[in-house]
């Protein structure tokens, strides 16, 4: 059974830090290309960061509205994946989603969200 579990999220205060983590099962986590999004209510989902298999020697693909603030990493032996960020702003406040795809096949699956608030 596939499954991505995220969490980390939680409220914090403009300038602050948060760490996600999205912990994944029932797949073969090193071939897939794994991904961050977030949305907020009335928008669409929007890709934050997309991390490539380790082994592709493809570097992280970061929103520019990102750059520079957060950074996404992932560990094979663990099945994680990670978004640290950095100097939240306001509009960084959505339901981030853990997505993992691999291209050769087309599966695409999704976890259920963990919520980030930035607010003072």
């Known amino acids: 059974q596939v499954q991505l579990v995220e969490s980390g999220g939680g409220l914090v205060q403009p300038g602050g830090s948060l760490r996600l983590s999205c912990a994944a099962s029932?797949?073969?986590?090193?071939?897939?290309?794994m991904s961050w999004y977030r949305q907020v209510p009335g928008k669409e989902r929007e890709v934050v960061a997309a991390v490539p298999r380790t082994t592709s020697g493809i570097g992280t693909i970061y929103a520019n509205s990102v750059k520079g603030r957060f950074t996404a990493s992932r560990d094979d032996a663990k099945s994680t994946v990670y978004l640290q960020m950095n100097g939240l702003k306001s509009e960084d406040a959505a339901m981030y989603y853990c997505?993992?795809?691999?291209?050769?096949?087309?599966?695409?699956?999704w976890g259920q969200g963990t919520r980030v608030t930035v607010s003072s």
């Open positions: 997505n993992a795809r691999q291209s050769a096949t087309a599966a695409s699956y």
């Open positions: 029932g797949f073969p986590f090193s071939g897939y290309v």
